[in-house]
């Protein structure tokens, strides 16, 4: 008898490292930073929805996790014993729980506060990096195992469903699709069809077809800008280039808010495996990648505000303002532009209506499930598109990959031949999409074959568009010198005997790093390179201006006599 195969990658299936249990000597030095507490009585010490909650060490007794589920209601899915501990990534954060702990009676805790959970794992580094990993595991298995987080009933086929489990996945928040075949779930919550798709919340709250911001602020996933703040630092962008400078201007003490559209990775996190970027031999996907900056940035106390767009800059005053599309603002002394870019499309006809319900610009776990075991097409003849072509060929039916030149020019070799060895990718080159076909949803696609001149048809009904992108810099309205592309221009301006810092703008105080900046190289790796980097020139921007603010009282006392 053949017993079923382990996936090692589950978190739960890793209890090791993701419920580890503390040594006795680490314990001993994590009682600095608490308090004990006996439980006289079965007491929730934390429950879903709660911010900012306290760290738990289990001492003696036990600590039982429950999660709230719409379909069956609290459930026990783990118990914490002795030299184990609570939490998972929101407790970084003021974002809401997702689970309930009930200390049992006669259990004996170490509490740490919130307040000085940083101080705790900064001062620990060993316990810390064991509590961190842990962190990331756990929320890896919540997403993994859609528990804790919320139902999304509708067509897995339809853009919004597609947008909100996209949105709420790259943001690392548990989702569940549901079929709405599901009628004596949609009749106990009096959802009617007209209403789909609507997301679900475990106390039974119905919200039909919300907008990203809204289930941002529904859910607590965004941490909006705090009022009266003048921030040392604003990173406009959580991709590659932006989570590094977070990440080093928080650790260097920098008050740092990032601000960001859609999720943190960028186009980066969009990627199912990048293989080439320095310490990880076999590779990370892009997501990974990004949760562990998000969370390494909040380590350090970045503010990570997400789903709200910046809409203009004003640069005419210092500090300078930042508008968001909530009309609300906020003010920064210095600001790191890290917007990357936007995705181009094809020039076909009907392209914006299968847009979001058909055509796609990412290849993560959750696009290769909703096109498990069909045919589709992926376009474009860069690594993004390589990396998609060899991600998806494992789940779906067949990858047709069009491409407009040649294979080997533009893409790295390892993929060149993977992509040509595999059974289940079919390459065309200098090939081109003239028509795409179908009703409500996607289901065919007109190539031409350039060599041949010949048209072909296709029975797809997903398209993955990887062409390339152009720069998101329509929001700077005038205030920075751009290239002919739209590009930041760098590394121009001068203070005093200063040499100009590669990253500066044509504003002072002003920087861009990434694929937004003129010349740049579009490797996640120089991203991160630039983003951290970056920061050196901040810390000299903001010297220069303290010491101007200083120097300017005693100006003006020298002007009065």
Same mark, same amino acid.
Request: with cysteine; net charge negative; charged share 20%.
């Given at each position: 008898?053949?017993?079923?195969?382990?996936?090692?990658?589950?978190?739960?299936? +890793?209890?090791?490292?993701?419920? @580890?249990?503390?040594?006795?000597?680490?314990?001993?030095?994590?009682?600095?930073?608490?308090?004990?507490?006996?439980?006289?009585?079965?007491?929730?010490?934390?429950?879903?929805?709660?911010?900012?909650?306290?760290?738990?060490?289990?001492?003696?007794?036990?600590?039982?996790?429950?999660?709230?589920?719409?379909?069956?209601?609290?459930?026990?899915?783990?118990?914490?014993?002795?030299?184990?501990?609570?939490?998972?990534?929101?407790?970084?954060?003021?974002?809401?729980?997702?689970?309930?702990?009930?200390?049992?009676?006669?259990?004996?805790?170490?509490?740490?506060?919130?307040?000085?959970? %940083?101080?705790?794992?900064?001062?620990?580094?060993?316990?810390?990096?064991?509590?961190?990993?842990?962190?990331?595991?756990?929320?890896?298995?919540?997403?993994?195992?859609?528990?804790?987080?919320?139902?999304?009933?509708?067509?897995?086929?339809?853009?919004?469903?597609?947008?909100?489990? +996209?949105?709420?996945?790259?943001?690392?928040?548990?989702?569940?699709?549901?079929?709405?075949?599901?009628?004596?779930?949609?009749?106990?919550?009096?959802?009617?069809?007209?209403?789909?798709?609507?997301?679900?919340?475990?106390?039974?709250?119905?919200?039909? +077809?919300?907008?990203?911001?809204?289930?941002?602020?529904?859910?607590?996933?965004?941490?909006?800008?705090?009022?009266?703040?003048?921030?040392?630092?604003?990173?406009?962008?959580?991709?590659?280039?932006?989570?590094?400078?977070?990440?080093?201007?928080?650790?260097?003490?920098?008050?740092?808010?990032?601000?960001?559209?859609?999720?943190?990775?960028?186009?980066?996190?969009?990627?199912?495996?990048?293989?080439?970027?320095?310490?990880?031999?076999?590779?990370?996907?892009?997501?990974?990648?990004?949760?562990?900056?998000?969370?390494?940035?909040?380590?350090?106390?970045? +503010?990570?505000?997400?789903?709200?767009?910046?809409?203009?800059?004003?640069?005419?005053? %210092?500090?300078?303002?930042?508008?968001?599309?909530?009309?609300?603002?906020?003010?920064?002394?210095?600001?790191?532009?890290?917007?990357?870019?936007?995705?181009?499309?094809?020039?076909?006809?009907?392209?914006?209506?299968?847009?979001?319900?058909?055509?796609?610009?990412?290849?993560?776990?959750?696009?290769?499930?909703?096109?498990?075991?069909?045919?589709?097409?992926?376009?474009?003849?860069?690594?993004?598109?390589?990396?998609?072509?060899?991600?998806?060929?494992?789940?779906?039916?067949?990858?047709?990959?069009?491409?407009?030149?040649?294979?080997?020019?533009?893409?790295?070799?390892?993929?060149?031949?993977?992509?040509?060895?595999? @059974?289940?990718?079919?390459?065309?080159?200098?090939?081109?999409?003239?028509?795409?076909?179908?009703?409500?949803?996607?289901?065919?696609?007109?190539?031409?074959?350039?060599?041949?001149?010949?048209?072909?048809?296709?029975?797809?009904?997903?398209?993955?568009?990887?062409?390339?992108?152009?720069?998101?810099?329509?929001?700077?309205?005038?205030?920075?010198?751009?290239?002919? %592309?739209?590009?930041?221009?760098?590394?121009?301006?001068?203070?005093?005997?200063?040499?100009?810092?590669?990253?500066?703008?044509?504003?002072?105080?002003?920087?861009?790093?990434?694929?937004?900046?003129?010349?740049?190289?579009?490797?996640?790796?120089?991203?991160?390179?630039?983003?951290?980097?970056?920061?050196?020139?901040?810390?000299?921007?903001?010297?220069?201006?303290?010491?101007?603010?200083?120097?300017?009282?005693?100006?003006?006392?020298?002007?009065?006599?």
């Amino acid at each position: 008898m053949i017993a079923t195969p382990i996936d090692p990658t589950d978190p739960w299936l +890793r209890q090791a490292q993701t419920f @580890p249990v503390l040594s006795v000597e680490m314990i001993e030095r994590a009682k600095a930073y608490g308090r004990e507490e006996v439980v006289a009585e079965d007491t929730f010490v934390f429950e879903r929805g709660q911010r900012g909650i306290d760290f738990f060490l289990v001492l003696e007794g036990e600590i039982e996790l429950f999660i709230d589920d719409v379909r069956r209601g609290r459930r026990l899915v783990f118990t914490y014993h002795p030299g184990q501990f609570s939490g998972e990534q929101n407790i970084f954060t003021k974002r809401p729980m997702l689970l309930s702990g009930l200390a049992k009676s006669g259990s004996r805790l170490l509490r740490i506060t919130n307040r000085d959970f %940083h101080a705790f794992i900064t001062g620990e580094p060993d316990i810390g990096e064991t509590i961190i990993r842990a962190y990331i595991l756990r929320r890896a298995g919540f997403v993994r195992h859609s528990e804790g987080g919320v139902l999304l009933i509708g067509d897995r086929h339809h853009a919004d469903v597609l947008r909100i489990q +996209r949105f709420l996945t790259r943001n690392l928040y548990p989702v569940a699709v549901v079929d709405p075949a599901a009628v004596p779930l949609m009749q106990s919550l009096a959802v009617t069809a007209d209403a789909l798709p609507v997301v679900v919340t475990p106390d039974r709250k119905v919200w039909s +077809r919300p907008s990203n911001a809204a289930l941002a602020d529904l859910l607590g996933i965004n941490e909006p800008p705090e009022r009266d703040t003048v921030y040392d630092v604003a990173v406009v962008g959580a991709g590659p280039a932006g989570l590094a400078a977070s990440v080093y201007g928080a650790s260097e003490g920098l008050s740092t808010i990032v601000l960001e559209t859609l999720a943190p990775g960028g186009q980066a996190g969009t990627s199912s495996k990048i293989e080439n970027y320095l310490g990880f031999p076999t590779g990370i996907s892009g997501q990974a990648l990004a949760g562990r900056a998000h969370i390494q940035a909040q380590k350090f106390g970045a +503010r990570i505000s997400v789903s709200h767009e910046v809409m203009k800059l004003d640069c005419s005053s %210092h500090p300078y303002r930042l508008f968001l599309d909530d009309e609300t603002s906020l003010r920064a002394r210095s600001i790191v532009i890290a917007t990357g870019a936007r995705y181009r499309k094809l020039d076909v006809l009907n392209y914006d209506k299968f847009e979001g319900q058909g055509i796609h610009y990412a290849a993560t776990a959750m696009e290769a499930q909703v096109c498990a075991d069909e045919n589709i097409v992926v376009v474009g003849g860069g690594n993004s598109a390589g990396q998609a072509a060899v991600f998806l060929s494992r789940t779906v039916k067949h990858v047709h990959m069009l491409m407009r030149s040649g294979i080997a020019s533009t893409m790295s070799d390892y993929l060149v031949q993977r992509i040509q060895r595999s @059974p289940r990718i079919s390459l065309y080159q200098q090939a081109e999409i003239t028509a795409l076909h179908g009703g409500k949803t996607l289901d065919g696609v007109t190539w031409i074959d350039h060599l041949t001149g010949e048209s072909h048809e296709l029975p797809v009904t997903s398209i993955f568009v990887m062409i390339g992108a152009s720069p998101n810099t329509g929001w700077l309205d005038g205030c920075l010198d751009l290239d002919q %592309h739209g590009f930041v221009k760098t590394g121009m301006a001068t203070v005093g005997d200063t040499p100009p810092s590669p990253y500066a703008s044509s504003k002072d105080g002003i920087f861009a790093v990434g694929d937004v900046r003129a010349g740049s190289v579009k490797r996640v790796a120089s991203a991160v390179g630039e983003g951290s980097v970056v920061i050196a020139a901040i810390h000299q921007f903001l010297e220069r201006q303290r010491h101007a603010e200083h120097d300017e009282p005693e100006l003006n006392a020298t002007t009065a006599r």
